[in-house]
């Protein structure tokens, strides 16, 4: 008995955000970190990855069609996505390096073990990695937005640009508490990937 085609809408989508990062990487470049309409148009096509990374999950869970190729090429493009932007934005300094370094070798690191195990299992995410992941997209939203040309716009139509206050404080917090879970599902990651290298004979302690 076959397994589900890998060829399937689940796996599109899962493709189709890798094919979102260079564009993405595009229109970052282009804000030169300022250009509010730049920016907006960044944010959204990073918001639209973030989209298909909900609905290829959802829906490969509810067609049955999970696939070992969605599982492994999954995390490989919210990696793609997520490192373009931190990069991205540490490049045009939004964002400290120190951060972005973290992160990516963090990341770097859980592929490297998914490869390194490939053969005795497939690592796949775990409620704590979808956690990770959602607090880096949207803390990265955060860190995309132009928040100050919003302010001054409302500001100027219809006074309330001081509205925005608690939202511009929101990001540095939420990304500190992304860069945590990050490190934290990090190692669960490798520990798991040695117990699937090397597991425990029975009887054996």
Sequence with gaps: MTGPSPWNLPNSLTVLRLVFVPGFAVLLWLSEGSDAGWLI???????????????DGALARSRRSVTSFGKLADPIADKALTGTALVGLSLLHLLFWPITV???????????????????????????????????????????????TMA????????????????????????????????????????????MRYPRRPGVR
Aim: glycine content about 10%; charged content about 15%.
């Design 102 to 148: 973290v992160i990516l070798v963090r990341e770097l690191g859980v592929t490297l073990l998914r490869f390194w195990v490939i053969r005795h299992g497939i690592i796949v995410a775990s409620r704590g990695g979808k956690l990770k992941t959602v607090l880096q997209m949207l803390a990265i939203l955060w860190y995309l937005w132009p928040w100050q």
């Design 41 to 55: 148009a960044a944010a959204a096509l990073f918001a639209a990855g973030v989209t298909t990374d909900y609905y």
């Design 152 to 195: 001054d716009w409302l500001d100027e139509t219809i006074g309330v640009g001081t509205a925005l206050g608690v939202l511009t404080e929101l990001g540095p917090p939420l990304m500190a508490i992304a860069v945590v879970v990050t490190v934290l599902t990090g190692l669960d990651y490798l520990r798991q990937a040695v117990a």
